[in-house]
């Protein structure tokens, strides 16, 4: 089922990442008491009666203002604009009606778009504050009085965008689409696999370190399925991010590996495993992403019998604790092995999404006790009662026993490798939770 989009604009510094990060239902967005901290589009999941929706929280608009920054964020919140289904038009209670308000009500209004009118920094509850009438002015409707900083009125507000969300459809053609976040630091050649994916020059390649700021989607379709392919400005050391155009590209890229169903790991041949590539990995591990290592400029490695071996076992050690990511090596230029990527993003997505019988687990949770015995402390022995799986994405297993504090970690990692054994799981972390007798919830 399509998800309505919302999307968040208004000038700088009236609140717009505030009322983000309260329909967001946490901290996503910077907050900072400075004009035009959020650059890039951020996308978030909220609900309101029931429907499920996305939220896009927007660089602010300047109409008037020449300077470089600013006029890369008008186009950002453009660009949110043109996708979304509903408007959120967010003004300032305190500064009144002002002309850049005027200038952005009136380019809202030619997108044809619903638009449904806040007036942030209404902080006190109760009767409207008489102030707020003058935005009738602006043309765009009743103008509802909110404060995203203690949530009054926002519900109202809601309640007005739900009315605009389009009708629910069974039917949406992306569903079985695999989307695929391309990451890694800058320069591994991000750009250049999606040319090569796409056939076409789509995205900008260049030597220059953080040549792409933004996130680019790109949809493919062949024989092996259809993919939406996100091509992420790459990632530093957050010690090297000077400018703060690219902090927001960092976060931007963070966000894509949160709307991805599988990581490609991007790893440059010449440098190999490096200390920001194992931050990047864990980022998408830590999501609990499906993942694909992808050691690219392959082409330009002196190689013998036992290179890739060798190598292989190098990215093994630089990466250890995601032991299940296939390793695939590449040339994004010259089309070396490329082709083989879509069928690992094909086995990867669907073992992140495996679901295993109970009856099955518990077979195998019996073979692997009877094997190794659990671990005891002081004279009192582990026991284990059964297992089920919780959820997909990652698989998640609830292991259920007598003492937690007996399940010691070794124990956990040596019967996910009896899973991973028999079920393989190729490509996916596992996630094991351990609940004791009594507990209710962990």
């Given at each position: 089922?399509?998800?309505?989009?919302?999307?968040?604009?208004?000038?700088?510094?009236?609140?717009?990442?505030?009322?983000?990060?309260?329909?967001?239902?946490?901290?996503?967005?910077?907050?900072?008491?400075?004009?035009?901290?959020?650059?890039?589009?951020?996308?978030?999941?909220?609900?309101?009666?029931?429907?499920?929706?996305?939220?896009?929280?927007?660089?602010?608009?300047?109409?008037?203002?020449?300077?470089?920054?600013?006029?890369?964020?008008?186009?950002?919140?453009?660009?949110?604009?043109?996708?979304?289904?509903?408007?959120?038009?967010?003004?300032?209670?305190?500064?009144?009606?002002?002309?850049?308000?005027?200038?952005?009500?009136?380019?809202?209004?030619?997108?044809?778009?619903?638009?449904?009118?806040?007036?942030?920094?209404?902080?006190?509850?109760?009767?409207?504050?008489?102030?707020?009438?003058?935005?009738?002015?602006?043309?765009?409707?009743?103008?509802?009085?909110?404060?995203?900083?203690?949530?009054?009125?926002?519900?109202?507000?809601?309640?007005?965008?739900?009315?605009?969300?389009?009708?629910?459809?069974?039917?949406?053609?992306?569903?079985?689409?695999?989307?695929?976040?391309?990451?890694?630091?800058?320069?591994?050649?991000?750009?250049?696999?999606?040319?090569?994916?796409?056939?076409?020059?789509?995205?900008?390649?260049?030597?220059?370190?953080?040549?792409?700021?933004?996130?680019?989607?790109?949809?493919?379709?062949?024989?092996?399925?259809?993919?939406?392919?996100?091509?992420?400005?790459?990632?530093?050391?957050?010690?090297?991010?000077?400018?703060?155009?690219?902090?927001?590209?960092?976060?931007?890229?963070?966000?894509?590996?949160?709307?991805?169903?599988?990581?490609?790991?991007?790893?440059?041949?010449?440098?190999?495993?490096?200390?920001?590539?194992?931050?990047?990995?864990?980022?998408?591990?830590?999501?609990?992403?499906?993942?694909?290592?992808?050691?690219?400029?392959?082409?330009?490695?002196?190689?013998?019998?036992?290179?890739?071996?060798?190598?292989?076992?190098?990215?093994?050690e630089g990466l250890a604790y995601m032991p299940y990511a296939p390793?695939?090596?590449?040339?994004?230029?010259?089309?070396?092995?490329?082709?083989?990527?879509?069928?690992?993003?094909?086995?990867?997505?669907?073992?992140?999404?495996?679901?295993?019988?109970?009856?099955?687990?518990?077979?195998?949770?019996?073979?692997?006790?009877?094997?190794?015995?659990?671990?005891?402390?002081?004279?009192?022995?582990?026991?284990?009662?059964?297992?089920?799986?919780a959820g997909v994405t990652p698989p998640t297993f609830i292991f259920?026993?007598?003492?937690?504090?007996?399940?010691?970690?070794?124990?956990?990692?040596?019967?996910?490798?009896?899973?991973?054994?028999?079920?393989?799981?190729?490509?996916?972390?596992?996630?094991?939770?351990?609940?004791?007798?009594?507990?209710?919830?962990?």
């Amino acid at each position: 089922m399509s998800k309505p989009i919302v999307a968040i604009v208004g000038r700088p510094n009236v609140g717009k990442s505030q009322l983000f990060n309260r329909l967001a239902g946490k901290r996503l967005s910077i907050v900072e008491d400075t004009p035009g901290v959020t650059r890039d589009r951020l996308y978030a999941d909220s609900e309101w009666r029931g429907r499920s929706f996305s939220v896009i929280d927007t660089g602010g608009i300047e109409p008037r203002n020449d300077n470089e920054i600013l006029k890369f964020m008008r186009y950002q919140a453009e660009a949110a604009i043109h996708h979304a289904d509903v408007i959120i038009f967010i003004t300032d209670l305190r500064t009144g009606v002002t002309a850049s308000d005027e200038e952005v009500a009136s380019m809202l209004q030619r997108s044809g778009k619903p638009i449904v009118l806040a007036v942030n920094k209404c902080d006190k509850p109760g009767a409207p504050d008489p102030n707020i009438f003058e935005f009738y002015n602006l043309g765009l409707g009743e103008p509802y009085g909110i404060s995203a900083l203690h949530g009054y009125g926002t519900g109202d507000m809601l309640d007005a965008v739900y009315e605009h969300f389009p009708e629910e459809s069974e039917n949406d053609a992306d569903d079985d689409r695999i989307r695929i976040a391309l990451i890694g630091k800058p320069n591994v050649g991000k750009s250049s696999l999606l040319n090569r994916v796409l056939g076409e020059e789509r995205v900008i390649v260049s030597n220059v370190a953080g040549t792409t700021r933004d996130s680019v989607d790109a949809d493919v379709e062949n024989e092996h399925g259809k993919f939406t392919f996100i091509d992420t400005a790459g990632i530093r050391k957050k010690s090297k991010i000077e400018e703060k155009i690219e902090k927001f590209s960092v976060m931007r890229s963070l966000m894509a590996v949160e709307r991805a169903d599988v990581c490609v790991i991007m790893i440059d041949a010449q440098e190999g495993v490096t200390e920001q590539d194992t931050k990047v990995a864990g980022e998408a591990h830590n999501a609990g992403k499906a993942c694909i290592i992808v050691v690219n400029k392959w082409d330009t490695v002196e190689k013998d019998g036992s290179t890739m071996k060798e190598y292989t076992l190098r990215v093994r050690e630089g990466l250890a604790y995601m032991p299940y990511a296939p390793v695939l090596f590449i040339s994004a230029k010259t089309g070396q092995r490329v082709d083989k990527l879509y069928s690992l993003i094909a086995e990867v997505y669907e073992q992140n999404h495996k679901r295993i019988p109970t009856g099955q687990l518990n077979s195998i949770l019996a073979e692997a006790t009877s094997r190794v015995q659990p671990p005891t402390d002081k004279g009192r022995r582990l026991k284990i009662y059964y297992v089920t799986q919780a959820g997909v994405t990652p698989p998640t297993f609830i292991f259920f026993c007598n003492d937690a504090r007996l399940f010691h970690f070794s124990y956990q990692r040596y019967l996910e490798n009896q899973i991973r054994e028999v079920f393989s799981l190729t490509g996916t972390p596992v996630r094991i939770v351990v609940r004791q007798r009594g507990d209710k919830e962990m």
